[in-house]
């Protein structure tokens, strides 16, 4: 019985993933978007992308508050039904305020679902058991990606609103929850003195700020990017970001055996494979083959590090404080996320001269290769505290 009621909460896991993935639903639409709307500023349109942190945010910080007054499985099915009612509406409406508005309620949805997917993992699973099903969620992220991603980029080549179908795939994981996640009622909160993070859980939350800053940038990008006879193919963006979601798959599945290999470096890896895709995409944004080289590589580094962060951060705190851990990396990444594109967008202007996808990756490049390669110098004892260690 106790395997079946697991098995059944990792299929739960595996939706509520899935569900993750629609915040780039309409990533592979951006350029079409952006053609439909040409009064629209650049920056806005790719905040179609990252606008739903805004909300997912509040709600992180929020969550363990709201499960203690309508107890988790309530609070699960809302959040897949906001999911899917928000991200419907552009479908039957066209307005850019209403996409814009409805991606800011997408964001609540999502950051129900993201703090609670990894609670949900924290309660029912321990030890190395919790590092496999935290792989099975990453690996779940990316397969909802790639699906959406996919099929977005078809139907988007109608006309962008139907690139908003996808969201259907919340209803899926609404049902999924009412029938297998087990329901436990309110839950009590305990004192705040026992709820608490650590040292090493803020290192790990300021980590994936930084990774998710210039890791959102593939998707806000990427489309835009695409240079020669590729221009302005939504289908190809679509293929494109779908190779950068379906690597995840493979990583997430694999998560204990690169762990194992990477050891204590795994999380700095992950964000040198960021540096290398965005290498690629800077040389070779017209080769469809090179294209899906930066893909692999880009994607790589997200499907490493969100789950070795989540098991980091879970196994740093007390049993009691991973619902808040959960948190703190969904605020690190929605904020990143949500100031990513201005920050990036400027940043080419001021040091590289010019607003342009390139200029982005560029500088996310240099970024994302000097710093792990630092932290790595420093954690094998050759620097301390700033200063080189000549013994």
Same mark, same amino acid.
């Given at each position: 019985m106790?395997?079946?009621?697991?098995?059944?909460?990792k299929?739960?896991?595996?939706?509520?993933?899935?569900?993750?993935?629609l915040q780039?639903?309409?990533?592979?639409v951006?350029?079409?978007?952006?053609i439909?709307?040409?009064?629209?500023?650049r920056?806005?349109?790719?905040?179609?992308?990252t606008?739903?942190a805004?909300?997912?945010?509040?709600? $992180?910080v *929020?969550?363990? %508050?709201?499960?203690? /007054?309508?107890?988790k499985?309530?609070?699960? =099915? +809302?959040g897949?039904?906001?999911?899917?009612v928000s991200?419907?509406?552009?479908?039957?409406?066209?307005?850019?305020?209403v996409?814009f508005?409805?991606?800011?309620?997408?964001?609540?949805?999502?950051g129900?679902?993201?703090?609670?997917?990894?609670?949900?993992?924290?309660?029912?699973?321990?030890?190395?058991?919790?590092?496999?099903?935290?792989?099975?969620?990453?690996?779940?992220i990316?397969?909802?990606?790639?699906?959406?991603s996919f099929?977005s980029?078809?139907?988007?080549?109608?006309?962008?609103?139907? $690139?908003? *179908?996808?969201h %259907?795939?919340?209803? /899926?994981a609404?049902?999924?929850?009412?029938f =297998? +996640?087990?329901?436990?009622?309110?839950?009590?909160?305990?004192?705040?003195?026992s709820i608490?993070?650590?040292?090493?859980?803020y290192?790990?939350?300021?980590?994936?700020?930084?990774?998710?800053?210039?890791l959102?940038?593939?998707?806000?990008?990427?489309?835009?990017?695409?240079?020669?006879?590729?221009?302005?193919?939504?289908?190809?963006?679509?293929?494109?970001?779908g190779?950068f979601?379906?690597?995840?798959?493979?990583?997430?599945?694999?998560l204990?055996?690169?762990s194992?290999?990477?050891?204590?470096y795994?999380?700095?890896?992950?964000?040198?494979c960021f540096?290398?895709?965005?290498?690629?995409?800077? =040389?070779f944004?017209?080769?469809?083959?090179?294209?899906i080289?930066?893909?692999?590589?880009?994607?790589?580094?997200?499907?490493?590090?969100i789950?070795?962060?989540?098991?980091?951060?879970?196994?740093?705190?007390d049993?009691k404080?991973?619902?808040?851990?959960?948190?703190?990396?969904?605020?690190m990444?929605?904020?990143?996320?949500?100031?990513s594109?201005?920050?990036?967008?400027?940043?080419?202007l001021?040091?590289l001269?010019?607003?342009?996808?390139?200029?982005?990756?560029?500088?996310?490049?240099?970024?994302?290769?000097?710093?792990?390669?630092?932290?790595?110098?420093?954690?094998k004892?050759?620097?301390?505290d700033?200063?080189?260690?000549?013994?």
């Open positions: 106790e395997f079946q009621n697991k098995s059944n909460i299929w739960v896991i595996v939706f509520m993933s899935f569900c993750q993935g780039f639903s309409v990533s592979p951006l350029q079409k978007i952006q439909t709307y040409p009064e629209v500023s920056e806005l349109v790719q905040m179609l992308i606008a739903p805004i909300m997912a945010t509040i709600i $992180a *929020l969550s363990g %508050v709201v499960v203690s /007054i309508v107890g499985k309530k609070l699960v =099915l +809302l897949t039904l906001i999911c899917a991200g419907l509406i552009p479908f039957f409406i066209g307005d850019f305020g996409l508005g409805s991606r800011i309620v997408l964001g609540i949805g999502l129900i679902v993201t703090v609670l997917n990894t609670a949900v993992v924290a309660e029912h699973f321990h030890g190395r058991d919790r590092i496999n099903v935290m792989g099975l969620q990453g690996a779940s990316g397969g909802g990606m790639l699906l959406i099929m980029g078809i139907l988007g080549e109608v006309t962008f609103e139907y $690139a908003y *179908l996808v %259907v795939l919340a209803l /899926i609404f049902l999924v929850v009412i =297998l +996640l087990p329901d436990k009622g309110r839950e009590e909160i305990e004192s705040n003195k608490r993070l650590n040292k090493k859980a290192v790990i939350a300021v980590l994936t700020f930084v990774e998710f800053i210039f959102i940038s593939f998707s806000t990008n990427i489309a835009m990017h695409i240079s020669g006879k590729y221009l302005g193919d939504s289908a190809v963006a679509g293929i494109i970001i190779v979601s379906a690597i995840q798959i493979l990583c997430g599945l694999f204990g055996y690169i194992k290999w990477t050891k204590q795994t999380l700095y890896i992950a964000m040198l540096s290398f895709g965005a290498f690629t995409l800077v =040389l944004s017209d080769n469809y083959a090179f294209l080289v930066g893909a692999l590589l880009c994607g790589a580094s997200q499907g490493i590090f789950p070795r962060a989540m098991y980091e951060i879970s196994n740093a705190v049993i404080a991973t619902a808040l851990a959960a948190a703190a990396i969904t605020v990444i929605n904020i990143g996320q949500l100031i594109p201005i920050i990036l967008n400027y940043l080419s001021y040091i001269g010019e607003k342009t996808t390139t200029n982005v990756f560029i500088i996310g490049m240099v970024v994302m290769f000097l710093l792990p390669m630092f932290l790595i110098i420093r954690k004892g050759v620097i301390r700033g200063i080189l260690n000549r013994n």
